[in-house]
Nanobody
Framework: QLQACGGGLVQAGGSLRLSCAASGRTFSNYAMGWFRQAPGNEREFVGYITSSGRTTYYADSVKGRFTISRDNARNTGYLQMNTLKPEDSAVYYC??????????????WGQGTHVTVSS
């Protein structure tokens, strides 16, 4: 089970950190992905981190502004979002899979947390 939190309202240029707490599985065995879905749009890939935390990968739209990290001892992953833009407004989801991927084929999904960036 995954529980995402940390969303909210922030002004453009601001920062937010999302957390994703895992339970019920060995978190360190799973890669973690982040996705987002804006109203009227399909859910899109944001980035992922491998199970060890050694490798991250980001969508071009967030590269250089977002950072994914994880603390396997705390069974928690993070999405640090800096220099936020109004187009970053969406529901953000965390997901877990045995193998990191950019597609939607993750095994477990969190419930989503809303991020709104005002201009």
């Amino acid at each position: 089970q995954l529980q995402a939190c940390g969303g909210g309202l922030v002004q453009a240029g601001g920062s937010l950190r999302l957390s994703c707490a895992a339970s019920g599985r060995t978190f360190s065995n799973y890669a973690m992905g982040w996705f987002r879905q804006a109203p009227g749009n399909e859910r899109e890939f944001v980035g992922y981190i491998t199970s060890s935390g050694r490798t991250t990968y980001y969508a071009d739209s967030v590269k250089g502004r977002f950072t994914i990290s994880r603390d396997n001892a705390r069974n928690t992953g993070y999405l640090q979002m800096n220099t936020l833009k109004p187009e970053d407004s969406a529901v953000y989801y965390c997901a877990a899979a045995r193998v990191a991927r950019t597609t939607q084929g993750y095994d477990y999904w969190g419930q989503g947390t809303h991020v709104t960036v005002s201009s």
